[in-house]
C-alpha cells in the first residue's frame, strides 16, 4: 500500500496521503465541495449530505488491466449512488467528479431540503452575510423555492448568558453538540425529538452548566446559535476583522477581533489559522469588554500632595526621569526595582529591561510579581530542558500519556485542556492528573487516573515518582551532566519507596507505581506543570525534581524535551526570553545577580528599595503579601505604574502612565510553546494612551539614553540582531503563527539530577488553603467588563461536605479564613471536588484578596477557617 | 406437514411450547448439545454458509458468510445481538416465533454465539415487545437452570450468556447501527459504515447482529445438515420464509411457505384469497419500505432473486395486500407520515424530505392538489433516494415512485376531481364514527 494516492476530480489529477477524506483531496485540487456537518477537528459524520459527489474508480478486465474507452482513456466505473465527500477516503486511481449532472441534481436537492424548514429571516439573522448556509444557496441552490408549505417551527431560547438559540434556523448538523461533547468535555447540549422535531437544546432546557466557551456559537454553520453579547450589533460586512493573539493565558490563541469604529464588537476563533483554530475559549471570546471600558485612563497622572492630577505626556516622563536619575545618583542604582512586564510585548519586555539595566543601571528587574521565593529564570529553563525543542499545542492530542502536575488548565489553559480532551476522546491520550482537587480533567468522563495527594506533599510526590521510575531500569542515554549525579540521587531518593510516599501523600503505592510505569513506557509523552509550582514556596526544589523526573522518565532527552510549562500569563514566556528575572539578560545571558520579585518586595516595605516601577500588573493584588506591598508602597520614594486602568496599586503611584491595550499596538507575544505570534494593531490606542515602549523610550530619553526607535518593529529588529534565541527572526515571518524557538546553544542550561529536599512545614495552621486558576477571571482586565465578572459570580469559599459538617457552615454562609497576617471573609461553597482539610479560593478574584492572610512558606499556607456570624454550629 | 408451515411454524402452536420441558420433549436443544463443544465453530459456520441461509430481517445478506467477516485476530470480545426490534409496518412474524417459541431463538443464539466466538448475546426488543421480553426472560432463566447458558453451556466449557433488551420506541433502531447505539445508551441514530458491526459493533468490539427468524433457522439447520435445508426454496435462495399477510384476505397472518412460490399462490391458496367483494389493485409484498407491485404482477415467486427482478424487493415479508377500493395516495399518505414521524433527523434528505413529502400528500389529500404536485413528489422522493444516511430514506421514497410509476392516474384524479376516487377507509371511518376523517 502507498503512502499517497493519485485522485483525479473534475478532470484534475492530485497526488494525497492515503487516508485522505474526500473534500480534503477536493480542496488540494481547488475544487469546492460544501460541508455542514463535517468539522476539521470532529470524526467524519455523514449527515448534512451537501458534499455528495460521484466516485468511481478505473474499470478492470479479468487481468486487471484497465479497460480503455474508444478515445483510449480509462473508462470508469462509477458507483450507483453519490457518496459523501466528507466520509470517502481517497483510493489511488479514484475518480471524483461534483459537477455532473448526478452530482449537482444530488447537491441542489440536498440544499433544497436543507431551505425546507430553514426561515427566511436572514436580514434580521445575527450570522447573515457570513452565513454558510447563505452562501452555499447563492452558490449552489435554486433561484426559487418549491416548498409552500408551512415550516415547522420551534420557540427560541436563551441557553444562559451567552448563547442565544433560534431552532427554527437549525439545520441539525450536530457540530454543536459534538464539539461541546467531544472537544470541550461539557456534554451541555443535545438533540431533542427526532426526524424533523429534532431541536437542540440543553438536556434539561436549563440554562447551559458549561464553560460558556460559545465554540458552539462559533461552529454552527448557520444562525440557529448566536451570541448574545453581540446579538444585533452589527454586520459582519460592516465589521473591520483583525487577527492577532489573545491578551489572557499562555495558550496564545489566535483571535479575530471584530471592530466597528473604535469599538470592539466581537472575538471569534479564525477557523483555519492559529493554534486554536475556531477555539476559543470564554475569556478570549467574551473578554474584550475592557478594551473599550469607559474607566480606561486616557491621560497621564502625576502626584501632587494626596491626589494624583492629569499631567501631559511629556512632563509626566519628564518627571519620571528625572526622579529616577535623582533616586539611582543619591542612593545607588540598586535603590531602583522594576516589577511586572509578563503582559507586554517582546519588544516592550526588551526596552523595559534594558531601561533597568543600561539605563538606570538596576540588576533588580523581576516580572514575576506572585512568586513566593527567589526563582532563577535559569531553574525555569533547566526544568523544561534549557533550549530543547519542547513539546507543542497540537501534541497533546497525539501523545500516549500526558501527566499534569498541580495545574488546573481549566483555568490556566483553557485551549491546552481542550486539546488534551480531544486527545482522550478522539485518540486515546490517558491522562495523568497529580492534583489535590478532583479538577475537570481529573472527572470520570475521561477515564484517566487521579493522583489526589495530600496539599503540600507536592515535593514528596515527585521523589516518590522518580524513585519508581529508577526501579523500573536505569535511564539510558543521560548527558554526562546528568549523568554524574544519578548515584547521588539515587541515594537521596532510597527512602521514596512507594509505600512511604503513599504516607506522605495519600497516593496509593500501586497508583504510584503506575503512573511511573505508564510515564515511562510511554513513547510519546508530555509533562505539564505551571504556576502551582512556580509561585509555590518550594519552587526551587519542585522544579529540580520536575527536572529529575524529565530525565528519568524519558521525557527529557539530549534531543528534545517533553516538558511543558504553562506560564501564568500571555507572555509570560516572552518575559522569561527577554530577561525581566532577575538573574539573565535576553536570551538568557548570564547578567548581574538581581533581587527577585519577593526580594524586592521585602525590600521596599524595608526602605532598601526606594523607587519601583510597575508595569500590566496590579501589584498589591499580586504581591504574594497584600500588607507588605501596602507598606513597600507608601514608603517607596517613587512608584511609577503602566496600566489601563487607575487600579489601587496605580491610586498609590506617583506617575501613572496610561497604558493602551493589546489590541491597540502591535508586538510579538510568545506562548507557552515557545511559539513567537504577531499580535496586530486592530484600532488606533485610546486617545491619551500609549504603547508600553513609547514611555520607556520617552523615559529613557529623558534620562540621556540615545534610543532612536521609530516602532516596535526597530526594536524587534535589534531582538533579532542582538539576541540569540530569536536570531534571524522578523515579523513578517509571524502572520499570525511564528516559528517556535528552540536553541540548545544559545540557551544552554546544566543538565543535572539532584535531590529535592522538602519537609519545611507550612505557615499558618488550621485549613489548607488551595487556590489555582479559574475559568471566568484571569488577571484584572477580565473585572472590566460586564460578562465575566457575570459568569464568575461572588468569589467562594469551597468545602468538602465533610469539613462543611465539621465546622457547622452551610452552602452561602459567612466563612472567616484567618492567617499569618490577616483574615478574609467569603461565602462557603460546598464542593465534594476539594479534599478535606482544605479550603479552596481561587486567585483571580478581585474581592478575594488572598495575600491579606500572608505570605505561603514552606510546604504553602494553613489558615484557621470559622464562621464569621459568630453563630454556634 | 402442519398446517401452518413444513420447518419454523410446523409444531409452533403446540401448547406450553414456551416451556422447556416441552421444547425439550420436541427435541430441543439437541442440536445445541450435538454442536456445542463437539463440532469446532468453524464447522458450524461451514454448515450455515453451505446452506445458503440468508437474513430473514429484510435485506438477505448470506448469514455464513457474515460470520466469517468477524476479523480472527482481534483482541476484543465478540458480541452476537439479535435484532428484534420487528418494526416495518406489516410485519408481525419475529413476535409471533417469539411469543410461541422462546426456546429456539435462545438455541440459535448460543449456537450463533458459539459460532462467532461471543460470550455475551443481547435480544433487543421493539418497545412494545414488553409481554416478550417476560416469555423471554422466563426462558433464558430455564435455560440457565438447566445449563444451558451460563458459564458452561451443556457441560462443554463454553460459555455463554443472553441478556434481553426493550427498546424506547424508535423505527431506526431496527437499522443494526442505529440498534447498537440505542443498546449502548445513546440516542437511536445509525452510524458510518464501514467500519461495519462485524468489525466495530457494540463497544467498537465486533459483532454480529442477525434477525430472530435467521437465527431460529439455525439449530435445524446444524443438525440436519445443509442439503436438508435445500429441500425448500431455489438455488439462491434456499430455505422457507415467513410472510406476514394483512388487507382484505380471507385468512390473514404469519405464513410459512417455501421461498420460490408465486405470490398469488400464498394469497388464494393459504389465505384463501381475497374476501368478496374485492379485487387486489397491488401488493407490497415486503414491508411498507419496498416498492409496491401492482395486480398484474402477482406471479412473481416470493424469493429474493424474483422479488429484485420485478422491481421490488422481498424485505422482511410483510404482506400488504392492496384492494380495488383502497386509495392508492391515501395508502401512501399513511407510510409516508409513518416514515416522517420516525425519521430520525441525522441527515438531511429523509428529516426534510418526508415532512415535505407529508405535506405534499396532506395537500392532494384534502382536495387542494396541484397538477405539478404529482411531479414535484417524485422529484422529491428521488431527491431523497439513494442520498440518505441508511435505507429509512430509500424506504420512505421507494414507496411512493412505485406509486406514481403504477398509479399515476390515481394521483391525477386528486387533483382533477379534488377528492379519492375510492377510499374505502375514509368510508368505514365516517360510518363507524360519523367523523370525516
Known amino acids: ?873 | 406437514v402442519s398446517e401452518r408451515g413444513p420447518f419454523l411454524f410446523k409444531d409452533i402452536d403446540t401448547p406450553e411450547l414456551t416451556g422447556i420441558e416441552t421444547y425439550r420433549k420436541g427435541g430441543g436443544y439437541r442440536s445445541l448439545e450435538q454442536a456445542i463443544g463437539k463440532k469446532s465453530p468453524d464447522e458450524v459456520t461451514e454448515i450455515v454458509k453451505a446452506s445458503g441461509l440468508r437474513g430473514r430481517g429484510g435485506a438477505g445478506f448470506p448469514t455464513g458468510l457474515k460470520w466469517t467477516f468477524v476479523p480472527r485476530q482481534s483482541p476484543k470480545p465478540r458480541y452476537l445481538v439479535c435484532n428484534a426490534d420487528e418494526s416495518e409496518p406489516g410485519t408481525f412474524k419475529d413476535r409471533e416465533l417469539m411469543e410461541k417459541n422462546p426456546h429456539l431463538l435462545i438455541e440459535g443464539m448460543v449456537m450463533a454465539g458459539y459460532a462467532i466466538g461471543a460470550r455475551v448475546g443481547y435480544i433487543y426488543l421493539r418497545g412494545e415487545f414488553e409481554t416478550i421480553q417476560r416469555i423471554l426472560d422466563r426462558a433464558i432463566g430455564e435455560a440457565r437452570a438447566a445449563g444451558l447458558l451460563g458459564a458452561n453451556v451443556a457441560g462443554s466449557g463454553v460459555g455463554f450468556e443472553l441478556h434481553t433488551h426493550l427498546g424506547a420506541g424508535a423505527y431506526i433502531c431496527g437499522e443494526e447501527t442505529a440498534l447498537l447505539s440505542s443498546l449502548e445508551g445513546f440516542r437511536g441514530q445509525p452510524r458510518l459504515k464501514p467500519p461495519f458491526p462485524a468489525v466495530e459493533g457494540l463497544y467498537a468490539c465486533p459483532t454480529i447482529v442477525n434477525n430472530v427468524e435467521t437465527l431460529m433457522n439455525v439449530p435445524a439447520i446444524v443438525a440436519n445438515g445443509a442439503a436438508w435445508f435445500r429441500q425448500w426454496g431455489t438455488e439462491k435462495s434456499p430455505g422457507t420464509k415467513i410472510l406476514s399477510v394483512s388487507g382484505p384476505v380471507k385468512r390473514p397472518g404469519n405464513y410459512e411457505v417455501p421461498m420460490g412460490l408465486p405470490l398469488r399462490r400464498l394469497i388464494d391458496e393459504q389465505c384463501g384469497g381475497v374476501r368478496d367483494g374485492f379485487k387486489i389493485k397491488a401488493v407490497i409484498p415486503g414491508g411498507s419500505s419496498v416498492p409496491l407491485l401492482p395486480a398484474s404482477m402477482l406471479d412473481t415467486g416470493l424469493d429474493f432473486e424474483s422479488m429484485v427482478a420485478a422491481g421490488t424487493l422481498l424485505g422482511s415479508g410483510g404482506v400488504i395486500v392492496i384492494d380495488d377500493q383502497t386509495c392508492i395516495v391515501d395508502a401512501l399518505y399513511n407510510i409516508t407520515r409513518f416514515y416522517e414521524h420516525e425519521s430520525c433527523g441525522k441527515c438531511t434528505p429523509c428529516r426534510e424530505g418526508t415532512y415535505w413529502m407529508s405535506e405534499v400528500f396532506e395537500r392532494l389529500e384534502s382536495g387542494h392538489g396541484r397538477e405539478r404536485d404529482i411531479d414535484l413528489l417524485f422529484d422529491v422522493s428521488d431527491n431523497i433516494l439513494g442520498k440518505s444516511f441508511c435505507a429509512l430514506g430509500d424506504a420512505a421514497a421507494m414507496p411512493v415512485m412505485g406509486a406514481i410509476k403504477h398509479f399515476r392516474e390515481e394521483f391525477e384524479y386528486h387533483v382533477r376531481h379534488k377528492r379519492c376516487a375510492v377510499n374505502r377507509r375514509r368510508d368505514e371511518v365516517r360510518e363507524t364514527t360519523g367523523a370525516t376523517a
Open chain 1, 1 to 873: 500500500v502507498s503512502a499517497t494516492c493519485r485522485v483525479t476530480i473534475n478532470g484534475r489529477t492530485v497526488e494525497v496521503p492515503a487516508g485522505t477524506l474526500v473534500t480534503d483531496a477536493a480542496k488540494v485540487a481547488d475544487v469546492h465541495v460544501p460541508i455542514f456537518c463535517s468539522h476539521q477537528k470532529l470524526p467524519p459524520l455523514g449527515a448534512c449530505r451537501i458534499c455528495v459527489v460521484e466516485v468511481g474508480m478505473p474499470r478492470k478486465d479479468k487481468e486487471g488491466k484497465p479497460v480503455l474507452d474508444a478515445s483510449g482513456a480509462p473508462e470508469i466505473a462509477w458507483m450507483p449512488k453519490v457518496q459523501t465527500g466528507c466520509t470517502t477516503t481517497v483510493a489511488d486511481g479514484m475518480h471524483v467528479r461534483t459537477e455532473s449532472e448526478t452530482s449537482v441534481k444530488a447537491r441542489k436537492g440536498v440544499m433544497e431540503f436543507l431551505l425546507v424548514n430553514h426561515p427566511l429571516d436572514c436580514p434580521v439573522c445575527d450570522e447573515g452575510g457570513e452565513c454558510q448556509l447563505q452562501d452555499l444557496a447563492f452558490a449552489f441552490g435554486h433561484d426559487f423555492s418549491r416548498m409552500d408549505e408551512a415550516k415547522r417551527t420551534f420557540d427560541s431560547e436563551d441557553l444562559g448568558p451567552v448563547v442565544k438559540k433560534e431552532a427554527n434556523r437549525c439545520i441539525v448538523c450536530m457540530r454543536c453538540v459534538r464539539y461541546c461533547d467531544e472537544i470541550m468535555g461539557d456534554d451541555a447540549l443535545t438533540a431533542h425529538q427526532r426526524g424533523v422535531r429534532s431541536e437542540i437544546s440543553s438536556f434539561n432546557r436549563q440554562p447551559l452548566d458549561c464553560e460558556q466557551c460559545g465554540n458552539c456559537i462559533e461552529v454552527c454553520p448557520v444562525g440557529a446559535l448566536t451570541a448574545l453579547p453581540y446579538r444585533f450589533k452589527a454586520r459582519p460586512w460592516d465589521l473591520r476583522q483583525h487577527i492577532t493573539v489573545c491578551p489572557y493565558c499562555s495558550n496564545g490563541c489566535s483571535v479575530r477581533l471584530g471592530v466597528r469604529g473604535n469599538q470592539v464588537l466581537r472575538a471569534r476563533g479564525t477557523e483555519a489559522r492559529g493554534v486554536n483554530q475556531e477555539y476559543l475559549c470564554v475569556r478570549g471570546r467574551f473578554g474584550y469588554e475592557f478594551i473599550n471600558s469607559p474607566e480606561r485612563l486616557t491621560m497621564p497622572l502625576m502626584r501632587l500632595g494626596a491626589s494624583l492630577e492629569p499631567a501631559s505626556f511629556d512632563s509626566a516622563a519628564q518627571f519620571a526621569a528625572s526622579r529616577l536619575r535623582e533616586i539611582a545618583v543619591q542612593h545607588g542604582p540598586g535603590s531602583v526595582a522594576f516589577l511586572g512586564g509578563e503582559k507586554l510585548t517582546v519588544e516592550e519586555q526588551y526596552l523595559f529591561q534594558k531601561l533597568a539595566r543600561a539605563v538606570v543601571g538596576t540588576p533588580h528587574v523581576d516580572a514575576r510579581t506572585r512568586f513566593t521565593s527567589r526563582v532563577t529564570a535559569a531553574a525555569q529553563l533547566k526544568a523544561v530542558g534549557g533550549g530543547r525543542p519542547g513539546p507543542s499545542l497540537a501534541s497533546l492530542t497525539t501523545a500516549q500519556e500526558v501527566l499534569i502536575l498541580g495545574d488546573d488548565l481549566q483555568g490556566e489553559g483553557p485551549f491546552a485542556q481542550a486539546q488534551l480532551i480531544r486527545g482522550q476522546h478522539q485518540f486515546g491520550v490517558h491522562l495523568t492528573v497529580a492534583h489535590p482537587r478532583r479538577v475537570k480533567l481529573a472527572r470520570p468522563k475521561f477515564r484517566g487516573d487521579h493522583l489526589a495527594l495530600r496539599p503540600g506533599s507536592e515535593v514528596a510526590l515527585l521523589n516518590g515518582l522518580c524513585r519508581a521510575l529508577l526501579e523500573l531500569g536505569e535511564p539510558q542515554g543521560l548527558p554526562p551532566a546528568a549523568a554524574q549525579g544519578l548515584a547521588g540521587l539515587k541515594g537521596a531518593l532510597a527512602e521514596w519507596t512507594a509505600e512511604k510516599t503513599e504516607e506522605a501523600t495519600g497516593v496509593p503505592a500501586a497508583a504510584l507505581k503506575a503512573a511511573a510505569e505508564r510515564l515511562r513506557r510511554a513513547e510519546r509523552k508530555v509533562v505539564v506543570f505551571g504556576r502551582a509550582y512556580t509561585e509555590h514556596p518550594e519552587a526551587p526544589a519542585l522544579l529540580q525534581a520536575v527536572e529529575n523526573l524529565g530525565w528519568l522518565s524519558g521525557a527529557l532527552t539530549d534531543e528534545r524535551s517533553s516538558i511543558l510549562y504553562v506560564g501564568p500569563q500571555n507572555n509570560s514566556q516572552g518575559a522569561l526570553d527577554m530577561g525581566l528575572a532577575p538573574d539573565v539578560g535576553p536570551g538568557y545571558q548570564p547578567a548581574e545577580q538581581g533581587l527577585s520579585a519577593p526580594e524586592i518586595l521585602k525590600a521596599a516595605a524595608d526602605g532598601k528599595v526606594r523607587a519601583l516601577w510597575i508595569v500590566s500588573d496590579h501589584w498589591l493584588q499580586s504581591a504574594p503579601d497584600r500588607a507588605l506591598a501596602e507598606r513597600a508602597l507608601e514608603r517607596c520614594e517613587l512608584v511609577i505604574v503602566n496600566d489601563l486602568f487607575l487600579t489601587d496599586t496605580a491610586r498609590r503611584a506617583h506617575v501613572v502612565f496610561p497604558a493602551s491595550s493589546f489590541a491597540e499596538k502591535e508586538g510579538v507575544m510568545v506562548n507557552c510553546e515557545r511559539r513567537l505570534q504577531k499580535s496586530v494593531r486592530a484600532l488606533p490606542p485610546l486617545k491619551g494612551s500609549r504603547p508600553d515602549w513609547e514611555v520607556f523610550q520617552a523615559v529613557a530619553q529623558s534620562m540621556g539614553a540615545p534610543w532612536t526607535y521609530r516602532t516596535a518593529e526597530d526594536v524587534f529588529r535589534e531582538i533579532a540582531r542582538t539576541v540569540g534565541i530569536y536570531r534571524g527572526f522578523s515579523w513578517s515571518t509571524m502572520l499570525p503563527l511564528g516559528p517556535r524557538w528552540s536553541d540548545a546553544q544559545a540557551a544552554a542550561a546544566p543538565a543535572s539530577l539532584a535531590a529535592a529536599k522538602d519537609g519545611r512545614p507550612a505557615a499558618g495552621e488550621g485549613l489548607w488553603l488551595l487556590s489555582g486558576g479559574t475559568l471566568f477571571l484571569q488577571g484584572s482586565l477580565s473585572y472590566r467588563g460586564a460578562l465575566l465578572p457575570r459568569l464568575a459570580k461572588h468569589a467562594r469559599a469551597s468545602l468538602h461536605p465533610g469539613e462543611a459538617l465539621r465546622l457547622g457552615v452551610a452552602d452561602g454562609d459567612p466563612l472567616e479564613l484567618g492567617g499569618p497576617s490577616g483574615s478574609v471573609t467569603l461565602p462557603v461553597e460546598i464542593d465534594d471536588a476539594v479534599p478535606l482539610g482544605a479550603v479552596f479560593v481561587p486567585y483571580a478574584f478581585q474581592e478575594a484578596q488572598l495575600n491579606r492572610l500572608g505570605s505561603p512558606a514552606g510546604a504553602g499556607l494553613r489558615v484557621r477557617a470559622r464562621r464569621a456570624d459568630g453563630v454556634p454550629a
